[in-house]
């Protein structure tokens, strides 16, 4: 019953990485101070659902450990953002890089030690893959302009965003399908 109760965090961490999205690509001139306040924002919510995550957890079985350290990564990524709005856009390129790489790294060690446990774990993993490779592209091609990458930003939270939007739908129907199947065999 791992993670089938808690879907819809899965769908709101989702719908806000594709709502960040959406707005990078449709409004691409925006300041890079509106881009670190937004950023800040949903490494925020995205660090205290991580965080939730791991401590409500109602199995209380295999290691949350990973979800708790992504959130307070997610978190001190927002504190920096927010803390340090005069910083320069190649500041903000690598600490955006730094925080997609370590995020998929979780990710995909979360997938692989939830294999056994959930199905479609290859959402999570997909999602993993994308996070790493979107910041080694940042780190390799800094000096191409923050307002240039906006455009990978948005296209990266946008599919991370559906990714992630999936596997909680993916994950209630698990649920609910669970659930039917105890009550036929009760019956």
């Not at 979360?110 to 999602?127: G, N």
């Not at 990978?152 to 909680?168: D, H």
């Amino acid at each position: 019953m791992f993670f089938t109760d808690k879907w819809w965090a899965l769908v709101v961490r989702g719908i806000a990485a594709i709502i960040f999205g959406l707005f990078a690509l449709f409004v691409p001139g925006m300041t890079v101070g509106f881009l670190v306040l937004l950023f800040a924002v949903y490494a925020f919510v995205d660090g205290v659902f991580a965080i939730a995550a791991s401590i409500n957890r109602t199995d209380h079985r295999g290691n949350w450990s990973g979800m708790l350290i992504r959130g307070i990564v997610g978190i001190l990524a927002s504190i920096a953002a927010l803390t340090l709005p005069g910083m320069t856009a190649l500041i903000l390129l690598y600490l955006i890089a730094a925080w997609a790489v370590v995020t998929g790294i979780i990710e995909i060690a979360a997938a692989i030690h939830l294999r056994r446990v959930i199905r479609r774990e290859w959402m999570l993993v997909l999602s993993g893959i994308i996070s790493v490779l979107f910041g080694l592209i940042l780190m390799a091609f800094p000096g191409e302009g923050i307002l240039a990458v906006v455009w990978l930003i948005g296209i990266y939270a946008i599919a991370f965003g559906a990714l992630m939007v999936g596997l909680g739908v993916a994950l209630r129907a698990e649920g609910y399908r669970r659930i039917s199947d105890f009550e036929d065999r009760a019956a």
